[in-house]
């Protein structure tokens, strides 16, 4: 093999025995696609592939791990829609409301963070409160919860996922996508 100059194409060839010859940018492409099958077979069997759900009536939009969490049919009101795992242990809701109580987002932040009847064992481990929306996060005995909650025009938008403690590395990063993707 010895290196040469292609007067056609100005690029460095590599010239083999038989005298043929290939451009570098061919030799490269060529490589590439004989290594290709095999490394997106490994880097898509790592990924997830995310479906998006849009809700018209509220006008808000998610995107959720199409093989993970399976949607359960819109609510008939159609507020939003539930999410859930083939295990039934985890739980992706989003759902959107009128303001019909006049609250600030800062009064609903609060009611988040408390322990009520329905959450006596809720333990907030993470919140954040910003001008049009907010995060809670914590567990309740074994199981995690995430909430994001925004008020736009008079709208709440929320979104809440739960999964087992148990399932925390698999959700987590999962959690993270959905959060990002939250939109409305």
Partial sequence: MALSFCVLCGEVLIAYKSKE????????LGILLTLLPGITGVLSAGQLQYKVYHNARFDYSISYPAKILFPQGEATNGDG???LSKDGKAELIVYGSHNALDQTLTDVF???QRRTEAHPHRTVTYKLLKTDWFVVSGFEDET?????TMLKRGIFKTFRITYPKTQKSTFDPITTVIAKSFRG
Avoid: A, G, T, V
């Fill in 144 to 148: 995690i919860f995430y909430q994001k």
């Fill in 110 to 112: 609060l009611d988040e």
């Fill in 81 to 83: 829609q539930r999410f």
């Fill in 21 to 28: 010859h290939l451009c570098m940018k061919q030799l490269i």
